[in-house]
């Protein structure tokens, strides 16, 4: 049986921040439930100062998932972006008094979301460097777009089936009909990862599995 500090209890039985903002400036999902966890972070930013005034997460995951992110939370809240991006994973599991070694990547999962949400939030303001956007910049936002029929990233489930960057735009195919039930979903979660990029002029993506129906 794993044991678990005092706090890790107390931020698992009253987590802070819960929930999901309304039209948050940044989000980011990370990890999968098939895999048994997943953590959803959204941020509001002020956008003169900097300072994350507002943020809240959603669970799917074990104890230590919700633990750490509560936590999280409650550390970089009034902080700045450039503050909260300094915050490693091994801080957060000390300010819980720590974790059972086998529940450490709780913490990992929930530093590399909020990460996300910050990269995401200076991409859509122009703040990273600009560098051109590579495949493997686009195959890695893709691997956090999920199918939620089955809680695994598109890529993971060979529905990605091929795409192109050039000339600013991205080309997407994928291995479903138009008509899925989770089509329209998908294609939305494809376009808040992709659309912001700063040298990404239009994101076309092709339903290619009904030209087999």
């Known amino acids: 049986m794993l044991s678990y500090s005092k706090k890790v209890i107390e931020h698992f039985k009253h987590p802070r921040n819960v929930g999901e903002i309304a039209n948050a400036d940044a989000e980011a999902l990370e990890g999968s439930p098939a895999c048994g966890d997943m953590l959803k972070i959204t941020l509001k930013i002020n956008e003169k100062t900097h300072v994350i005034t507002d943020i809240k997460f959603e ?73 051109p ?30 795409f192109d960057v050039k000339d600013g735009v991205i080309i997407i195919d994928l291995d479903l009909t138009s008509d899925h039930k989770f089509a329209s979903h998908i294609k939305e979660e494809i376009h808040e990862k992709l659309d912001h990029l700063w040298d990404i002029k239009e994101v076309k993506i092709n339903f290619v599995g009904e030209s087999e129906s």
């Open 59 to 131: 669970s799917f995951g074990c104890a230590s998932n919700i633990a750490t992110a509560s936590i999280l939370t409650e550390m970089v809240k009034g902080k700045t972006i450039e503050e909260a991006e300094k915050v490693t994973w091994k801080q957060a599991a000390e300010e819980l008094e720590g974790l059972p070694p086998v529940k450490m990547h709780c913490a990992v999962l929930a530093v590399d979301a909020l990460k996300s949400a910050i990269e995401q939030w200076k991409e859509k303001k122009g703040l990273t460097d600009k560098n």
């Open 133 to 162: 956007t590579t495949p493997d910049k686009v195959l890695r936002k893709l691997r956090n777009v999920l199918n939620p029929l089955t809680g695994a990233s598109i890529v993971r489930m060979q529905l990605l089936r091929d």
